[in-house]
């Protein structure tokens, strides 16, 4: 790979087609989990909704799936996420004759891996384009160890961002042609435009990224006119890149998943033209150049100002908000994991600066001046083609800052930093030996190659050994169980009418429990259903969760160790609430213990997870997943059945105290007490009941209830048997003392 180190005869393509086959075999390694005798297990959450959208797609195709009637029961979700890679995913299944869920799934499973090694092929022709193979080669390389971008074009790895980051590294490439070979100009420009308006249609936040060529056009316009050399085709050739991106998005222009991108595109073509127009008055008038920034800043404010008086600007000023408010706000801190800022406080500084990445992201800044280097060298129109790579490379670390998911896109581009910071070195220091009539040592050439890609590997390496799917084993035994032992509903395959009843869960597992269960749920992983959910977790009284059950139809509930003790802070965010009123944080050398106090003991997910729906009436356990958690002594996993439960009416002819209390084993042979308080009402002791005492399922009861009645000193006891009927249809029971 080594041009100085290779005095034999070299092939390009050969040596490209061994780095391709080595970051298949990457791939296959890292989601070799996913690979199972029982078929596909994706390694994630958003993946399983991607998945459904293209059995949809399979079997309905071209039509797409909008609207999901098993999402946010009983109303219903339209589906925001535009349809390309959930379409291309398809169209593959139908070609290869794939329409059993099972060949699709395996199907599906591979689009991901093809689509990261056609960005590795893009990346090697930019960086071919600008540098030389060497460069290309190494950053292909690269490409494939990129240790977030890897995550999602693993095996099995099936989601739209990966085809999103191709759609954007394509644009760029179509770019740097259009620049570096004028000849072929509008060609390139107009591939680039497609490249653009499919990013459109693989991703709703496709402005995050249109935003960097107007930022290049900032920069490279200011650049021209300083230097005196005003022939404005920077600007020409992003206006017919975008031109005909929005001509292209143009039919869908007034959907909910188009909508955005549709205005970004022509608020970026409108600002375009602005400044080309700006800039030849400048360049004609013999105007400073300083003019031409201070223009384009006064303007933006001027237009800024000018949305809030005129009710948004054709909704302008709405966009620009909530994208910033989207990639730099923070709002997002403490609820969605992946939406967090990259560095938010001292700990997470501390974490990256400290970390294969903070090493990564300063050999990066290094490799940027390297290209600030080439470009003072280089004639004009590489100049434009290096800043453009140069704006990319900054931004995409800019967005990370903001929002630590966008390490997939911006891992690449330090990969591609890195590479040229390892030639740049290498050929400085080749010089500088040849200058004192020495060559430079292939010991030290390989020293510099490996201590310069070494974070990289190391990261990639750890994320590939790392990457069991998060379902696997008890999330996944759970769900299987759900489907088989729960009555199914209707209209799963087309979703168009409203089925029979939902699942409430925290948000996390919302897709897996649509997917492999088969069943409707309240909350998903697109965040909606769950200011209901955070509601009927954190509830302190049964009545107000029993409401929110109610209202959603829902007929089971999930209690795990995730949500517990690892999503509660989440969940308090979500409600703003104060995590320290339900945990004691306590600290043992270098251990954090997590102690629930008296209020989490009171919440809906307290008593379920911690005390098996002790002292709730409608809520009983029906199966919990086999892995004990030691520091608990609770499954990892849990499902309640929410039904009308038996009223036991104690009739006791005075006042005083009862209850009720039930001994029970588990589908894990593991015994426990059910326990429940009655209370007063009218002329008798109530307590309601969720389980029958009869043996048919899982989760038993070993013995009658036994019933209590307390008077003081006085306790009488009573043996009840309650029915499965008397359970499912609230009945009242009455017991005399």
């Not at 390389?141 to 191709?166: C, G, N, Q």
């Not at 129109?381 to 903001?402: D, E, K, N, P």
């Amino acid at each position: 790979m080594l041009e100085f180190m290779d005095e034999g005869k070299r092939s390009e393509p050969v040596e490209l087609i061994a780095v391709l086959v080595f970051g298949f075999l990457l791939k296959l390694f890292a989601g070799r989990n996913s690979l199972t005798e029982h078929g596909i297990v994706f390694p994630g959450y958003d993946e399983y909704y991607h998945m459904r959208r293209i059995l949809y797609g399979t079997s309905n195709f071209p039509d797409t799936l909008w609207f999901d009637t098993y999402l946010n029961y009983p109303h219903g979700f339209s589906i925001t996420w535009p349809p390309l890679f959930d379409q291309i995913s398809a169209a593959l299944c139908i070609a290869l004759g794939q329409h059993t869920k099972e060949g699709v799934e395996m199907t599906a499973a591979f689009v991901p891996v093809i689509i990261g090694l056609l960005a590795m092929v893009v990346v090697y022709y930019i960086m071919r384009e600008l540098f030389d193979h060497r460069i290309a080669l190494l950053a292909s390389f690269m490409t494939a160890l990129a240790p977030y971008y890897l995550l999602y074009t693993m095996v099995a790895a099936t989601d739209h961002h990966s085809l999103e980051v191709l759609f954007q590294l394509l644009s760029l490439l179509f770019m740097v042609l259009a620049f570096s070979r004028p000849d072929k100009r509008w060609l390139y420009a107009s591939a680039a435009g497609v490249a653009l308006a499919a990013l459109a249609y693989t991703w709703q936040g496709a402005d995050v990224y249109f935003g960097a060529y107007l930022l290049f056009a900032a920069f490279g316009m200011s650049l021209e006119l300083r230097q005196d050399k005003p022939n404005l085709n920077i600007a020409s050739t992003l206006l017919v890149a975008f031109f005909l991106a929005l001509i292209l998005v143009l039919p869908f222009r007034n959907t909910p998943w188009m909508s955005p991108s549709f205005l970004g595109l022509a608020a970026i073509f409108v600002a375009l033209a602005i400044m080309l127009a700006l800039a030849h008055i400048i360049a004609k008038r013999s105007i400073s150049w300083k003019a031409f920034p201070l223009a384009i800043l006064a303007i933006f404010i001027i237009s800024l100002l000018l949305s809030k008086i005129l009710g948004g600007f054709f909704g302008l000023e709405g966009l620009i908000r909530t994208g910033m408010g989207y990639i730099w706000g923070g709002e997002m801190i403490g609820k969605i994991g992946e939406a967090e800022p990259l560095i938010y406080d001292l700990d997470t500084l501390s974490q990256v600066v400290f970390s294969w990445l903070g090493l990564n992201i300063l050999f990066s800044l290094a490799g940027a001046a390297a290209i600030v280097v080439y470009m003072r060298k280089e004639e004009r129109r590489m100049q434009q083609s290096l800043l453009l790579l140069l704006i990319w490379a900054v931004f995409s670390i800019l967005l990370t800052l903001g929002q630590g998911r966008f390490l997939y896109i911006s891992t690449i581009f330090m990969g591609m930093l890195i590479s040229i910071l390892i030639f740049y070195a290498l050929d400085r220091l080749k010089k500088f030996q040849e200058e004192r009539g020495a060559k430079l040592h292939r010991a030290l050439a390989a020293a510099i190659i490996l201590l310069l890609v070494l974070p990289t590997a190391i990261d990639a390496f750890n994320f590939a050994s790392n990457s069991p799917p998060a379902i696997a084993g008890d999330w996944q035994d759970s769900l299987f169980w759900l489907k088989e032992n729960s009555d199914p509903t209707s209209h799963f395959a087309d979703p168009k009418e409203i089925p029979e009843y939902s699942v409430m869960s925290w948000w996390d597992y919302g897709n897996w429990i649509l997917y492999l269960s088969e069943r409707p749920v309240v909350a998903n992983n697109f965040q909606t259903g769950v200011e209901d959910a955070v509601k009927f977790y954190l509830a302190e009284d049964e009545k107000e969760a029993t409401e929110i059950m109610d209202a959603r139809g829902a007929r089971y509930a999930f209690a795990d160790f995730g949500i517990a003790y690892g999503k509660l802070p989440a969940l308090t965010e979500w409600a703003d609430e104060d995590i320290s009123s339900y945990m004691a944080l306590e600290e043992y050398g270098a251990q954090l213990s997590a102690k629930p106090k008296e209020r989490f003991f009171n919440t809906t997910l307290g008593k379920l997870y911690l005390a098996d729906g002790t002292g709730m009436g409608r809520f009983r356990l029906i199966h919990e997943s086999s892995t004990i958690m030691g520091n608990v002594g609770k499954s990892r996993v849990m499902i309640f059945q929410y039904v009308p439960g038996a009223l036991l009416k104690i009739h006791t002819g005075r006042d005083g105290n009862g209850m009720a209390l039930l001994n029970m084993t588990s589908n894990m042979d593991r015994r426990f007490v059910y326990l429940n308080q009655a209370t007063w009402n009218g002329d008798a002791l109530e307590v309601r009941v969720p389980y029958s005492t009869e043996r048919e399922h899982e989760v038993h009861a070993t013995d009658p209830y036994m019933v209590f009645s307390v008077h003081g000193d006085d306790v009488k006891a009573q043996m009840v048997e309650v029915s499965e009927e008397d359970v499912l249809q609230g009945r009242t029971i009455d017991i005399n003392f």
